[in-house]
Structure formats: C-alpha cells, structure tokens
C-alpha cells in the first residue's frame, strides 16, 4: 500500500467515523473532531470556534429530527500526513416541522493533524 493509499485510507475512515458521530444527533460525539479554532460555514450562516459550532450544530439536531445525513464522492486534492483537503457529495433526510424532507449539496472539510490526532479545521457545506 502507497503512502498515499494509507492516509486515504485512514482519512476516509475519520470522515465515515464523523459521519456517524452526526447521525447519532449526539453532539458530545462530534464536538471531538472539531478543532477548537475551527470554521464552519453552513447555508444558514458562519461559525467560529467550538462553541459557536457546538450551538449551531444543535440547532440542526433540534430542527431536523431522525435526520440521516449521508457523505460520499471522497475526493482528497490535498492530501499530506498533517494537512487534507476533502470534496464530497452529501445527502440528507428527516422531519422537518413534521414532514419528511431531504436535501443534497456539496462540501469541503480541511482537516488537520494535531498531537497525532485528526480534527476538522474548516466545513463548507453548501446546497
């Protein structure tokens, strides 16, 4: 296996772990792979910092409920030991104000890593 196949690998592995963490609507489960000097830019808005993250996360837990949130399409045009960049394709469905609704869009993840572990440095998630 390649360098660049292992870290593939292992990066595509802390996405799918991420993508599980959120579908647990647990946020105790996804605030560990979020840095703390993070950014996230969502349709509704741009957060800096864990705990603004942590709020706006929770809001989409409170607003869509049993949602199922799906990523796919892993394309890494950055990819080194410490620094990755990462585009995909992502779906979602749940409830909202009780209908069953879904959505799809785009993202992009920079990942990191820091003292031997990986975090999310920046989401771009787009409709």
């Not at 292992?10 to 647990?26: I, P, R, T, W």
Request: glycine share 8%.
């Amino acid at each position: 296996m390649t360098d660049r196949t292992a870290l593939e690998c292992e990066l595509a592995a802390f996405m799918g772990k991420y993508e599980q963490a959120n579908n647990s609507h647990d946020i105790s489960r996804v605030v560990p792979f979020i840095a703390e000097e993070a950014v996230y830019w969502f349709s509704d808005g741009s957060y800096r910092g864990i705990e603004e993250i942590r709020s706006a996360i929770e809001k989409t837990f409170a607003r869509i409920l049993d949602e199922v949130y799906e990523v796919r399409e892993l394309e890494w045009p950055v990819l080194t030991a410490d620094v990755a960049v990462c585009r995909y394709r992502f779906a979602w469905t749940g409830v909202v104000d009780g209908e069953l609704r879904s959505g799809q869009g785009r993202g992009t993840n920079v990942i990191v890593r820091r003292e031997g572990e990986l975090r999310m440095l920046h989401e771009h998630l787009s409709s």
